[in-house]
């Protein structure tokens, strides 16, 4: 039997988008070591329905296994908890001891707005996606296997900086609220691609100038974007952002 | 044309511009010291090196021109980005730390703005003391120039010039110690395999021009202007 032990919370807790929110204390005295965050989380709020005094704490998740980019959070300050090339549902109690206070606050930035709680929206990513985030295919009967060859170190890197899960946690951890890592990895994996070359000026363009328009800042190589992001994408997508940036600029590329 | 303005305007744009002038402020501070150690060379060396360059008439100002550009522009964008960061984060966390690893959130990354605004405000000082500073006119080779060695000499002397100057050069190699790497990697040079090494020569680049620096008011002040290398 896994030992049981208490740690006490402090809680972002806010009613609407435009509400003021605040920090609030709770203590969990029945916490395991083999629960993910998310599942302490849970156990929290069947304590505050049981006590019925409150909304239980609202917080993102899906897949719980760390593929799906949903849940987010900030723990004790650092996007996703302690733990490198993890997120919040693959981090588990037995990261923390007995008489631990762990703060727990959204993903803040101007670009991703509380909902409720610990709920942004991070739909400024879609619309970063939206704008160029494809490349264009011949729909109908299906192309034939193997029939473009890409060099396999190419695969394997496009495939590096397509296993962004659009988290956000990147923004979250700027000093600065830049969007540059996620969307330099997804310009990174399409743009190296040959079905990605035909737009590549194109979408890097736009999808640049759609990061800028969201409101999140400027990128000032700070790279901690690098130290909290889940699945480790390097910030040489973003030196590669601004290079085929400039490029397509030079060539007078307009969107 | 239109469109290269219009980018130049944008996220990355600045940030180029950015590493650009950085890089160009760095060359001009390399050939500075390497101009100030002159006062280490023969007794008239330096007087005939600020003979030398202030001959060199309109090439003069127009060097002197691009540099007041370049130091004007990459000011006004960093204090822009600064600005900009705060409406990004309305709402800062009650509890923030970095995560470490790869990060290259440090004391010097931290402070750019501050380290950045104390370097301004320094220039200015700098200029009046030295560029504009009234000098004693001797002959040197059959002309006359400026005697700046004794103004360097003789305003060192002053440990409020001293000991000032060294703090502020401390500051330049804190400076540069994140800003030599921020802009070759803003200048997309940033590669996985080049990327540490880019750091660490950033890093050594930094002492090498605070302790450079910082080496001659200390020299001057504490040989009392006579020391052996001054002679």
Redo the contacts between chains.
């Keep these: 039997m896994a030992e049981e032990f208490s740690i006490h919370l402090k809680v972002w807790r806010q009613e609407g988008p435009d509400q003021p929110g605040k920090l609030v204390d709770y203590t969990l005295n029945n916490v395991n070591e083999h629960m993910s965050f998310l599942e302490m989380l849970d156990v929290l709020n069947e304590q505050i329905v049981a006590e019925g005094k409150e909304d239980p704490v609202e917080f993102d998740y899906d897949c719980r296994e760390g593929i799906c980019g949903s849940c987010n959070l900030v723990i004790n300050g650092r996007a996703h908890g302690p733990k490198a090339m993890t997120c919040t549902c693959q981090l588990h109690m037995r990261n923390y001891s007995d008489g631990d206070t762990i703060v727990v606050e959204p993903f803040r930035a101007k670009a991703f707005p509380v909902i409720k709680d610990l709920v942004v929206d991070r739909s400024a990513f879609d619309r970063i996606v939206e704008v160029g985030g494809y490349v264009s295919i011949k729909t109908g009967s299906a192309p034939d296997a193997n029939s473009i060859p890409i060099d396999k170190s190419v695969a394997d890197t496009a495939f590096d900086y397509a296993t962004c899960i659009g988290c956000g946690a990147c923004v979250a951890a700027c000093p600065n609220s830049s969007a540059s890592l996620f969307t330099g990895a997804k310009l990174a994996h399409l743009n190296r691609l040959p079905q990605g070359e035909p737009e590549r000026k194109k979408r890097t363009i736009a999808m640049v100038e759609q990061m800028e328009e969201e409101g999140f800042g400027d990128c000032s190589n700070y790279a901690e974007c690098e130290a909290v992001c889940p699945k480790g994408i390097s910030i040489s997508a973003i030196a590669e952002m601004r290079r085929n940036y400039m490029k397509a600029a030079l060539a007078g590329e307009e969107v | 044309m239109a469109?290269?303005l219009?980018?130049?305007k944008?996220?990355?744009?600045?940030?180029?511009l950015t590493g650009i002038t950085g890089i160009g402020l760095i060359i001009f501070i390399i050939t500075h010291l390497l101009g100030n150690l002159q006062l280490f060379g023969d007794a008239q060396a330096f007087n005939e090196y600020t003979y030398a360059l202030e001959s060199l008439g309109w090439i003069l100002y127009v060097l002197e021109a691009g540099l007041v550009f370049a130091f004007l522009l990459h000011a006004y964008l960093g204090i822009s980005?600064w600005w900009?960061?705060r409406?990004?984060?309305?709402?800062?966390?009650?509890?923030?730390?970095?995560?470490?690893?790869?990060?290259?959130?440090t004391w010097a990354?931290?402070s750019?703005i501050v380290t950045g605004i104390v370097l301004l405000v320094f220039l200015v000082f700098h200029l009046d003391t030295f560029k504009f500073g009234a000098t004693e006119t001797i002959m040197l080779n059959g002309h006359e120039a400026r005697d700046l060695k004794a103004l360097v000499i003789n305003t060192f002397l002053n440990p409020l010039y001293a000991f000032g100057y060294t703090a502020v050069m401390i500051l330049l190699g804190f400076h540069l110690g994140?800003g030599f790497?921020?802009a070759f990697?803003?200048?997309?040079?940033?590669?996985?395999q080049y990327?540490a090494l880019i750091y660490t020569v950033g890093i050594i680049f930094a002492v090498l021009m605070a302790v450079g620096f910082l080496f001659i008011p200390l020299y001057i002040y504490f040989t009392g202007g006579q020391g052996a290398l001054l002679v």
């Design positions: 469109s290269l219009k980018a130049l944008s996220q990355v744009g600045r940030k180029i980005i900009k960061r409406k990004a984060r309305p709402e800062g966390y009650s509890k923030y730390q970095s995560k470490g690893g790869p990060s290259h959130q990354s931290k750019m994140h790497w921020s990697t803003s200048l997309s040079m940033k590669h996985n990327s």
